[in-house]
């Protein structure tokens, strides 16, 4: 799988990262056993990005970057994670800190603190101001993606360049814990293509978004934006990212009625020979829930239990 994962680094114009410096904090509350801190960090780019940051009291059992959903709902990115604002479905950032795992939330391109017009504020730290999305932050996420396209870039590398930044930060407040990504939809989205690339990354879970390119243009299935990079389905689909991931472990959750997990039965089949060369059997998982693509509660309870418990025996590769 290293050829492969060499092979779609490039095709992205991926590296894998530098280390990073310990983040600012802006902001803190200690809420029982955790600790939660509004911080600040620097990109690969030099953009400083937001997130939310939460420490449990003790060396944490292990550290996760959690990636928000898109949902069209540019207001909220970290604030949902952090269960702040949004949906308590998504509110990762807590239920995982109260286990005793370290939890990065940051806001993607576009989203929360990082919307053109962010002088909105932020719903979690001045719910007091008006909320509401402007008509025109679709269009600049949308420029976002088409400016790099004329440019002959992807703003998925872009987005995966954050979350490798996200992760180095991880890496730097925690350097002995083992490191995992999740996200749901969107953040499910970037957290498998992240964990296929970046091998500091032992463990992972994808929800929502397990769905191949072929099964998605053969039946007319809308395409994030991020997803839109020329040429990436006539080389490459989403088994090929699962199996990038072996032999780490590496969690798929599905609805039965989701059309953005509508294959994803058979796409993790058809990548699970990568986990058995591997001598990696166990390591990859599918869950799938009765539901459509929003999250329910025994969804959100598995991704929870699995990321608490799945830094024992994580494996960690060579860059």
């Known amino acids: 799988m290293d050829s492969l994962r060499a092979e779609i680094r490039s095709f992205l114009r991926w590296k894998p990262p530098g280390s990073a410096q310990a983040p600012s904090v802006r902001h803190e509350v200690v809420d029982g056993n955790v600790v939660r801190k509004l911080v600040s960090y620097s990109a690969l780019d030099g953009e400083v990005i937001q997130a939310f940051l939460f420490e449990p009291v003790g060396a944490p059992r292990a550290a996760v970057v959690v990636l928000h959903q898109h949902n069209s709902d540019w207001l909220l990115g970290k ?5 702040l604002a949004g949906d308590p479905l998504q509110a990762f950032g807590p239920a995982l800190a109260h286990a005793g795992v370290m939890v990065l939330a940051p806001d993607a391109l576009g989203f929360e603190s990082r919307r053109a017009h962010a002088d909105a504020g932020s719903p979690a730290l001045a719910p007091q101001l008006p909320r509401g999305a402007r008509p025109s932050d679709w269009v600049q996420y949308y420029n976002h993606a088409m400016h790099r396209l004329v440019r002959g870039e992807f703003l998925m590398t872009k987005l995966l360049e954050d979350t490798a930044s996200a992760v180095s930060v991880l890496e730097a407040l925690s350097p002995a814990t083992s490191l995992g990504i999740a996200g749901h939809s969107f953040g499910g989205n970037l957290a ?31 395409l994030e934006m991020a997803l839109v990079i020329p040429g990436f389905a006539s080389r490459f689909d989403f088994d090929d990212l699962l199996r990038c991931v072996a032999p780490r472990k590496l969690l798929v959750v599905s609805g039965a009625l989701d059309p953005l997990s509508a294959d994803a039965t058979a796409v993790v089949a058809s990548a699970r020979s990568a986990f058995v060369e591997r001598h990696a059997t166990d390591h990859l998982r599918h869950f799938q829930a009765p539901g459509a693509h929003e999250l329910d509660r025994p969804r959100f309870d598995a991704i929870v239990d699995w990321l608490t418990n799945a830094s024992e025996c994580g494996v960690r590769e060579p860059p």
């Open 79 to 83: 604030s949902e994670v952090a269960g």
């Open 192 to 222: 498998l293509f992240a964990a296929a690339l970046d091998t500091r990354l032992a463990f992972a879970v994808s929800s929502g978004a397990v769905c191949s390119f072929r099964h998605k243009l053969a039946h007319g299935t809308a």
